[in-house]
């Protein structure tokens, strides 16, 4: 049974940082791509960034370049979004999504069909 668990939401001032965990059991986490997902009140969730199996490779969508990080490591299952220089346009549910059907892909799938697995979301709200 794979298991997602999301940590490291909150609420913080415009400006600050979060970094956001993911723990995954239950599959052989390091073969595998990982993503982020967020979902504001009223919209569509939407792909925030991902990682190759290897960490060779990452994806960000526009709005959050050069502010976020996406990470994995592998000996410890977890993967991680370090969030700096947040906006109140960042305030979201942010999931962690596993893509465990493209095994060691060289490249990161940014559609939500593509990863099978979902963890339960974190909060995190951004104030102005």
């Known amino acids: 049974q794979v298991q997602l668990v999301e940590s490291g939401g909150g609420l913080v001032q415009a400006g600050g940082s979060l970094r956001l965990s993911c723990a995954a059991s239950g599959r052989t986490f390091s073969n595998y791509a990982m993503g982020w997902f967020r979902q504001a009140p009223g919209k569509e969730r939407e792909v925030v960034a991902a990682?190759?199996?290897?960490?060779?490779?990452?994806y960000y969508r526009d709005s959050v370049k050069g502010r976020f990080t996406i990470s994995r490591d592998n000996a410890k299952n977890t993967v991680y979004l370090q969030m700096n220089s947040l906006k109140p346009e960042d305030t979201a549910v942010y999931y962690c999504?596993?893509?465990?059907?493209?095994?060691?892909?060289?490249?990161?799938?940014?559609?939500?069909?593509?990863?099978?697995?979902w963890g339960q979301g974190t909060q995190v709200t951004v104030s102005s």
């Open positions: 990682i190759t199996w290897s960490g060779g490779s990452t």
């Open positions: 999504a596993a893509d465990y059907t493209h095994y060691r892909a060289s490249y990161v799938y940014t559609a939500r069909h593509a990863y099978e697995y």
